[in-house]
């Protein structure tokens, strides 16, 4: 039976999307996946990898990361022109961005209310509107 396997629903959900489920990718999507919903840069996953003893270079953790951004497992969020984050909660929602820290914290998509957005440019559409709210320590 392959609910008992382990990896089977991650191997399900990697190929669903059209990806090959290889070695680096498992394990991956293990440690993005296994724990909730959370906010990760590449370089928190790469260590995480580190402390597990999985082999995995940073750059297939960035590869891994973008491709599974591109197949709709990730959101990358992007705080500042230095870093991503990638979000394992694509759904429709925002974030606080704690300055001291640098942490992400989901707000709920109701939450935040737009009364008007501009017109997209001819020939394009408003594909989805991320509202970051910076905060920092009183």
Same mark, same amino acid.
Request: glycine share 6%.
């Given at each position: 039976?392959?609910?008992?396997?382990?990896?089977?629903? &991650?191997?399900?959900?990697?190929?669903? %999307?059209?990806?090959?489920?290889?070695?680096?990718?498992?394990?991956?999507?293990?440690?993005?996946?296994?724990?909730?919903?959370? =906010? %990760?840069?590449?370089? &928190?996953?790469?260590?995480?990898t580190? $402390?597990?003893?999985?082999?995995?270079?940073?750059?297939?953790?960035?590869?891994?990361?973008?491709?599974?951004?591109?197949?709709?497992?990730?959101?990358?969020?992007?705080?500042?022109?230095? $870093?991503?984050?990638?979000?394992?909660?694509?759904?429709? =929602?925002? =974030?606080?961005?704690?300055?001291?820290?640098?942490?992400?914290?989901?707000?709920a998509?109701?939450?935040?209310?737009?009364?008007?957005?501009?017109?997209?440019?001819?020939?394009?559409?408003?594909? $989805?509107?991320? %509202?970051?709210? $910076?905060?920092?320590?009183?």
């Amino acid at each position: 039976m392959t609910a008992s396997r382990p990896y089977s629903q &991650i191997i399900e959900r990697i190929r669903r %999307v059209g990806l090959r489920p290889t070695r680096q990718r498992l394990a991956l999507a293990k440690l993005l996946f296994d724990s909730g919903d959370r =906010h %990760v840069t590449a370089e &928190i996953l790469h260590g995480e990898t580190l $402390r597990h003893g999985i082999s995995v270079s940073l750059a297939t953790v960035y590869n891994t990361l973008n491709q599974f951004t591109n197949a709709g497992l990730l959101h990358e969020i992007v705080v500042d022109g230095d $870093r991503s984050h990638f979000d394992t909660n694509t759904s429709q =929602h925002h =974030h606080f961005y704690h300055t001291d820290s640098g942490r992400l914290q989901d707000i709920a998509g109701d939450d935040v209310v737009m009364e008007r957005l501009p017109a997209a440019p001819d020939g394009m559409e408003i594909e $989805r509107v991320d %509202v970051i709210v $910076r905060i920092s320590p009183v």
